[in-house]
């Protein structure tokens, strides 16, 4: 299936300032695509000039074979975009934002109305469509600017740092929405400093650090590129491990950590592993209370592969 | 054209709902002008204190005074000169007058009143100045009238006191030549008396001689011997007195032609000054005192200072209520979250410019069409000038907001940009006629000022309110207009784009 979106030899600076390295992007449709990697690695700049915000150095974007730059009004009315900022008129009530930004995209009048109600529910701010966008709270005023950028039905979404600033509760609800939209055959693309979310939601992950991309696939294939060994999770009811580090230690055993009232072992061969531990624990006068097995998780690849890249994140 | 009116509808709800700036920018200007109307509709200076001194006041000092006062200026007399001057200095008086000691009018006085000012007022000095040189004048002229009169009066009576002696210098000169005459007349009848023997007496003397021979009678004869001895004597008298008489006669004719002569010159005289009185052809003191007036015309009525101001004051609020609005607007929409999403938006940047610059001109045009509805209520009669003075303010507003709105693109915060719009609008008040005259900035300078946009406009606006001519008249500040509007045009959309990303560009670099 050829990429909704091709990223091709994209680099951008800023003056002195390179903020952007070469990427290579190929976006699937229908997908969640995240782009994630620490604050100031280049990602929203990496959004805004896949957008035409920002004209790059070098290299081009094509939205459906189609080039950004010959085609950019075909391309803005296909494409919907939200940012961390919630890009919206504080002085506008949320049906006012909608009916403005869906005229600016051409939406006709026969429909904006529908459109306007429809978008309202989808992001549930039924209750707040004629309040002032300044008088939301901040989860309601992040859904008003993805409903502004859904108004015109965009066949993709993009959505920076969506669920920043915003607590745990909020963050849910609105990735709970992006789930919704890309359940609409939207496609999305997305990005977050927040690994585990983007670990979460993503269907396909890149991996920007200082500029560059240095990891791009599913969050299994990322994965696997990066470890072949699983993380067993054990807690005990009695939290004494050095018996049962002494029966379980074999060649496929390549780390075992004490972590006070858990036991972390890293093995290439989860199964065997297991098996050891529970007729161990069997023998013994013990029980489980909780045990896992774990693959890697993107944090770690992440910060394996900053390690492997040589580089200190910029801002840090 | 949806979008259009979109945008629009979306920028004002904007500023309306924006209570502070729903109050400055849109009913700022409003208050403003109904404030300076009402304080300047008027066309009297009130409450301008004149300090005055002079070591001693008489009548003459006081009738000036007192005319200054009578024309609601309000009089302090101080103690010493350099407090007089120093008032002015501290602002106490608008202006010092110091009068002369025993102000006189006589050839030896010092009549020279000085009059202090301070020329940091310029505008104001000017008028009362001008004012108060006026009031002393008058009394000056008062006082050179009454001189004059007296000297016109004392000509007057001469004239007719010499005309009425010419009679009298006539018939003396008459009367000389008569006794002239007469003179000659009795020269020729002495020098033709004859007393020789030749003539009767010697016939006398011969006939007695004859009778001596012919009679005896001695006595007889000897009574007329006597009688020839007596008539002798008396002829040898007489022949005396002619002699005498003819002697005498010359020098009295002499005399006699040289008072006639000085009787001519006293007539001619006494008529060279008849006529020479009879030449001044003014005679009138009015005249005589002032041969030259000057009369100031007003070329339209009497009007308050409002309608002076009026074109000025609209320029000023049209200058800085655009400036200001159309920058506020612009940076406003700039620094906005959402103008991402604008830009973003399948919209071309010329629809967002439009849109900006029809808001304004919407706003600033409401305004005025307010203020001048206020005026065509005080003024019925500028109704006719209605379309000059709309198709004016369009332009002119057009410009302002342009510039304003190239200030907006320029600067990355509110505080900037205002401070922005309004020293700029300062530098195009500075520079034109409002502070200071433009008559009073070097040649080279005041070319430059010709093409400043405020002065263009406030001669347009001056030419249609104050003079009522239409827009031809103003044509040369219609070009200079127009090439602004272009420029600013061209500018605009070169800085629309790069204005927006460089206020990105620093966003990302101080995020």
Redesign the interface.
């Known amino acids: 299936m050829p990429a909704q979106i091709e990223v091709k030899n994209i680099s951008k600076s800023f003056g002195k300032h390179e903020v952007l390295k070469d990427i290579n992007l190929e976006i699937p449709a229908k997908k969640i695509f995240g782009i994630i990697g620490p604050s100031g690695c280049g990602k929203t700049t990496l959004l805004k000039t896949m957008i035409g915000f920002w004209e790059p150095d070098s290299g081009e974007v094509k939205y459906e074979t189609r080039n950004l730059k010959e085609h950019s009004n075909y391309i803005r009315q296909i494409v919907g975009f939200a940012t961390q900022e919630n890009c919206v008129y504080p002085k506008l009530t949320v049906r006012e934002n909608l009916e403005y930004f869906g005229t600016l995209s051409n939406v006709p009048r026969s429909t904006l109305k529908s459109n306007i109600d429809k978008v309202i529910r989808f992001v549930r701010l039924e209750d707040s469509s004629d309040e002032l966008a300044e008088n939301l709270s901040g989860g309601m005023q992040r859904r008003l600017d993805i409903a502004c950028s859904l108004i015109h039905k965009p066949r993709i979404l993009i959505l920076d740092e969506p669920t920043e600033d915003l607590d745990p509760l909020l963050r849910k609800d609105v990735l709970a929405l992006i789930k919704r939209i890309n359940y609409d055959d939207t496609t999305v693309v997305m990005t977050s400093h927040l690994l585990h979310e983007a670990e979460q939601l993503c269907d396909m992950i890149a991996i920007l650090h200082n500029g560059r991309l240095l990891k791009c696939g599913t969050p299994e294939e990322l994965r696997k590129s990066f470890s072949k060994e699983d993380e067993i999770h054990l807690i005990t009811l009695k939290r004494k491990y050095s018996d049962l580090i002494k029966k379980i230690k074999s060649k496929d055993v390549k780390k075992i950590e004490n972590a006070g009232n858990r036991l972390i072992i890293r093995t290439s061969d989860s199964e065997g592993t297991l098996s050891k531990i529970l007729s161990a624990i069997k023998s013994s006068d013990d029980k489980i209370v909780q045990i896992d097995v774990r693959k890697p998780s993107l944090t770690e690849i992440f910060e394996s592969l900053v390690k492997k890249s040589g580089e200190a994140p910029r801002g840090h | 054209m ?2 259009l009116l ?2 629009i509808k ?1 920028n004002f ?2 500023l309306i ?2 209570k502070s700036s729903a109050l400055i920018i849109l009913f700022g200007p409003l208050l403003l002008i109904l404030l300076v109307g009402t304080a300047f509709n008027t066309s009297a200076f009130y409450d301008i204190k004149v300090g005055s001194y002079s070591p001693n006041y008489n009548e003459l000092s006081d009738s000036i005074l007192k005319k200054l006062q009578q024309d609601q200026y309000k009089i302090s007399k101080t103690k010493s000169e350099e407090s007089c001057i120093n008032g002015v200095k501290t602002g106490a008086y608008h202006l010092c007058i110091i009068i002369p000691e025993n102000l006189t009018i006589s050839q030896e006085a010092d009549n020279t009143i000085q009059v202090y000012a301070d020329q940091s007022r310029m505008n104001l000095v000017f008028a009362i100045r001008s004012a108060i040189i006026d009031k002393v004048g008058e009394k000056s002229k008062e006082l050179s009238e009454s001189l004059t009169s007296i000297v016109v009066g004392q000509l007057e009576e001469t004239k007719a006191s010499l005309e009425e002696k010419q009679g009298v210098v006539k018939i003396l000169k008459d009367s000389n030549e008569q006794f002239t005459s007469g003179l000659v007349d009795v020269e020729t009848q002495v020098t033709n008396l004859d007393f020789g023997d030749d003539n009767i007496l010697g016939q006398f003397k011969n006939k007695t001689a004859e009778l001596k021979l012919q009679t005896n009678d001695t006595r007889t004869l000897t009574e007329i011997d006597d009688i020839i001895k007596v008539l002798e004597e008396k002829i040898a008298n007489m022949q005396l007195a002619s002699d005498a008489i003819a002697n005498t006669i010359p020098s009295l004719k002499e005399k006699a032609i040289a008072e006639s002569s000085q009787l001519v010159d006293l007539e001619r005289t006494s008529s060279k000054i008849i006529s020479n009185v009879e030449a001044i052809k003014v005679r009138d003191v009015e005249t005589l005192v002032s041969p030259i007036k000057t009369s100031m015309h007003a070329v339209t009525a009497e009007k308050t200072h409002v309608n002076y101001l009026f074109p000025t004051l609209i320029m000023m609020v049209v200058m800085f209520v655009s400036l200001l609005l159309s920058s506020i607007t612009v940076i406003r929409e700039k620094i ?12 071309k940047a010329v629809l967002f410019i439009a849109a900006t610059y029809l808001t304004n001109i919407l706003i600033v045009v409401l305004q005025l069409a307010i203020v001048f509805a206020v005026m065509l209520f005080i003024q019925p009669e500028l109704s006719s000038t209605l379309l000059n003075i709309g198709t004016a303010v369009l332009l002119i507003t057009s410009s302002f907001i342009l510039l304003g709105m190239i200030v907006g693109y320029i600067f990355n915060s509110e505080e900037t940009s205002t401070m922005g719009a309004i020293s700029l609008g300062t530098i195009l008040m500075f520079f034109s006629n409002t502070i200071v005259p433009l008559e009073t900035l070097p040649v080279s300078i005041q070319k430059i000022v010709d093409f400043n946009m405020f002065v263009a406009s406030d001669t347009i606006l001056r030419n249609i309110i104050i003079f009522e001519s239409g827009l031809k008249e103003s044509l040369p500040e219609i070009y200079i207009l127009l090439v602004h509007i272009a420029a600013f045009i061209v500018i605009i959309a070169t800085i629309y784009n790069v204005s927006s ?1 460089m206020f ?2 620093k966003r ?2 101080h ?1």
């Open positions: 949806v979008k979109e945008v979306k709800k904007i709902r924006s906005s979250r959402a103008y991402f999403r604008n830009y973003i938006s399948p919209t990303k990105n560009i990302y670099f995020k």
